[in-house]
């Protein structure tokens, strides 16, 4: 009864919906690996996070006090106001205990807040005992009404000190730098919405990045199809040493793109670099210190340093695909007179396409997202003439320490990839659905 009652179950399921259970646990773990990281820097970029910025360290949905902040900052203002008030003049005397008591008043309005008042124990108990503060303990949420009134309040008392008679104050700089202190300890929500996502599109910057990532991107990867083709042909062909020359030819992408780089930063170097020597005595550069200091130059560059570092990558691709034409053809086509340009355009090119198509997929993906060649090479410049997409990201996020502007940057070099997969997956798809139909 469990045999038939199995079978009629395998009857029912068609290939179709098993073939959508063998890919389930796929898209299970791509959504994990691939997307869950995406969705997270589109939700980080929606909101103003800045690390050099107390009041901006995380998302804030609502505003709050920074509890840890307020404990090293309230106490002493209140002292330093005291004094102030046991040595100042007659005249001012009357004004600072008036502070006080406006102080006073707005330090119970904000401990009085369940929250604030609870946190603030813990908080205190762990400064006395020189322990760190947790990030759970470290924030307190409050209401946007006592948040606003805490700022205007402490704004106005900041006026009130900055115009009494410095000369009446023993340190009235110190007064103000903690009322400023303890204004800043209120966190107003960071969320911007699609704010970064409009600045760039206005951003000429990102508009430069872009271009210069779509130079690289076409420049690099023909030339490295072109010549990795040509490298395929010939090591595909039998002759005494074979062996040695694929394994020379795959050191160059054997090597770490960093070490890479930092080699062709000192082989480009205007004083000592061998192969601005070079270039320069054959008359291709019109002296030794332009490429690294010259827009085009510096373009030139990167592009020649990355075809000299990935090119074999290519040449590898394209081999496997050589290795899979059966040789027959060949036989047959020189047996009815064809030549060699012949054969390579009747048959090695139609029966590469779907290997080029794939390797310019791999190859246009990576010189898209190209980082760690540009960086060390150039950093980016001259006057962000080398700028990719990936360096200006990476330079907002990490130098400005702006996560929020870097997320969105983010953001979009995925879109870009995505959109350049969309295209060649397309392109790939029509051609193995073509030579299906063919066959």
């Known amino acids: 009864m469990v045999k038939e009652f199995m079978e009629k179950k395998r009857r029912s399921l068609s290939e179709k919906h098993i073939g959508y259970l063998l890919v389930l646990p796929a898209l299970a773990i791509i959504l994990v690996i691939a997307i869950w990281p ?3 820097s589109f939700w980080m970029s929606l909101y103003d996070i800045r690390l050099n910025d107390p009041t901006k360290l995380q998302i804030q949905s609502g505003y709050g006090i920074d509890v840890e902040r307020y404990a090293d900052t309230v106490p002493y203002l209140m002292n330093a106001l005291d004094g102030e008030i046991r040595q100042a003049p007659e005249d001012v005397k009357d004004q600072l205990q008036r502070i006080k008591r406006d102080l006073e008043e707005l330090k119970n309005a904000v401990e009085g807040h ?12 762990l400064l006395n005992n020189f322990q760190p503060v947790p990030e759970k303990l470290k924030y307190a949420k409050v209401d946007e009404e006592l948040a606003l009134e805490t700022r205007q309040k402490l704004e106005k008392i900041h006026a009130e000190i900055k115009e009494i008679d410095s000369d009446k104050l023993q340190k009235q700089s110190d007064l103000l730098g903690l009322v400023n202190g303890w204004r800043e300890t209120i966190i107003e929500p960071n969320f911007v919405g699609f704010k970064y996502y409009l600045e760039f599109a206005n951003s000429p910057r990102l508009w430069n ?24 042909v010939l090591i595909n062909k039998q002759f005494r040493g074979r062996g040695i020359v694929r394994a020379a030819v ?33 008359g291709l550069i019109p002296n030794m210190g332009v490429l ?12 020649f340093a990355d075809v000299w570092k990935t090119t074999p990558f290519m040449a590898l691709l394209l081999l496997a695909g050589l290795q899979t034409i059966p040789q027959s053809l060949y036989e047959a086509a020189e047996v009815d007179g064809a030549s060699k340009t012949q054969q390579f355009f009747k048959i090695t090119l139609p029966m590469l396409k779907s290997t080029i198509l794939v390797a310019l997929l791999f190859r246009t993906l990576d010189a898209f997202r190209v980082f760690d060649l540009i960086y060390v090479l150039t950093g980016g410049g001259p006057a962000n003439s080398t700028e990719t997409i990936s360096v200006f990201a990476y330079k907002t996020m990490f130098a400005q320490l702006n996560f929020g ?35």
Do not use: Y
């Open 38 to 40: 995406v969705l997270r």
């Open 114 to 125: 369940r929250q604030v008042s609870e946190r603030l124990d813990q908080v205190n108990e």
């Open 209 to 232: 990045a872009l271009a210069n990532t779509t130079v690289f991107t076409v420049i690099s990867v023909f030339l490295e199809l072109v010549l990795g083709l040509w490298i395929a």
């Open 250 to 282: 795959l050191v160059p992408w054997a090597l770490p793109t960093v070490i890479a780089a930092l080699m062709w930063r000192f082989l480009f170097d205007g004083q000592n670099g061998v192969m601005a020597k070079i270039f320069t005595e054959i």
């Open 292 to 303: 690294l200091t010259t827009k085009f130059w510096s373009m030139f560059a990167v592009i």
């Open 405 to 439: 502007a870097g997320s969105a940057l983010s953001v979009i070099v995925f879109i870009c990839v995505a959109l350049i997969s969309m295209i060649f997956v397309k392109l790939l798809g029509s051609d193995l659905i073509s030579d299906g139909r063919k066959r």
